[in-house]
């Protein structure tokens, strides 16, 4: 019995020390505590994820979307100039920028609203369920897409127009602001159509109205003065209007104070749709 007893205290002697280096041995490197990861940071990997999601789906058919961004804008082009074979640099410049205009309404209002309102009706929006985005980061990627669907085509119908019309534009650092604030008002204003309409019918019917009256009964493909008075007065509701008067403006005599107003209308017709968007993207499962 004594003997027992002692290889019984000596088992509990040895399992005692084996516990107090157990706790007093360093943590292993897998469950150290690490530090939180700054909301920042967290937000830019989150937008940056989104975006390339956006991306991969746009690299599948993004020759039709050049191809088809540029047929519509290039066959008017051609038109114009064949309907006057000796034409003014202001007339040039008239048809170049409306084409161009016409391209980003093609891309950025109608493709937009409909592509939207395609995948709200499929359910594809619900996926975003599964992931912890925020909606702000969801409409920031695309936002994205539209402005990679619609920069081709201002390039495209930028270079086809000075080869076709053999003009030299007026060149300065604000068209780049007016591509960029022309290219995000026309994607986030065909966002809005599609996240408002109750169904894809419905969508198709309004992008198709509004790509036409846009184009051809505003101040687009022609001057303010030559439109009616009663068309007048609603050509100032809509921003392609501004994008259309900035880019003649610039492409002909440069910079100037009335483009700086139109500059700063388009930044507050950006503000509006996004706020719109936000407010009416009902990309959650209810």
Not at 110 to 119: E, R
Request: hydrophobic share 55%.
């Amino acid at each position: 019995m004594c003997i027992l007893s002692w290889v019984e205290r000596k088992d509990r002697s040895k399992m005692k020390a084996t516990a107090m280096q157990v706790q007093a041995a360093p943590m292993p490197q897998s469950i150290v505590k690490r530090e939180p990861i700054p909301l920042w940071k967290r937000k830019v990997s989150e937008v940056a994820t989104l975006c390339w999601m956006q991306l991969l789906e746009l690299r599948q058919n993004w020759i039709w979307v050049v191809l088809l961004a540029s047929m519509f804008p290039l066959t008017t082009l051609m038109f114009m100039k064949f309907l006057n074979p000796n034409p003014t640099p202001a007339y040039i410049v008239q048809a170049i920028a409306g084409n161009m205009i016409f391209g980003v309404i093609v891309t950025g209002v109608n493709m937009m609203s409909q592509n939207i309102s395609w995948q709200k009706e499929q359910g594809h929006f619900t996926y975003y369920l599964s992931l912890p985005v925020h909606k702000l980061s969801f409409i920031t990627a695309v936002l994205f897409r539209g402005l990679l669907n619609t920069v081709p085509s201002l390039v495209v119908m930028a270079l086809i127009g000075k080869l076709a019309f053999e003009v030299e534009f007026h060149y300065s650092w604000w068209l780049l602001l007016l591509f960029f604030l022309a290219t995000y008002v026309c994607s986030a204003f065909g966002t809005v159509i599609g996240f408002w309409s109750k169904n894809q019918q419905l969508t198709n019917m309004l992008s198709q109205v509004l790509m036409m009256f846009l184009s051809f009964l505003s101040p687009v493909m022609v001057t303010m003065e030559q439109l009616p008075g009663a068309l007048q007065g609603v050509a100032y509701v809509f921003p392609t209007t501004y994008i259309a008067e900035a880019a003649r403006a610039l492409l002909l005599t440069g910079y100037s104070s009335a483009v700086g107003w139109q500059l700063l209308i388009l930044t507050g017709y950006a503000l509006v749709f996004t706020v719109l968007i936000i407010k009416k993207a009902d990309w959650r499962a209810k």
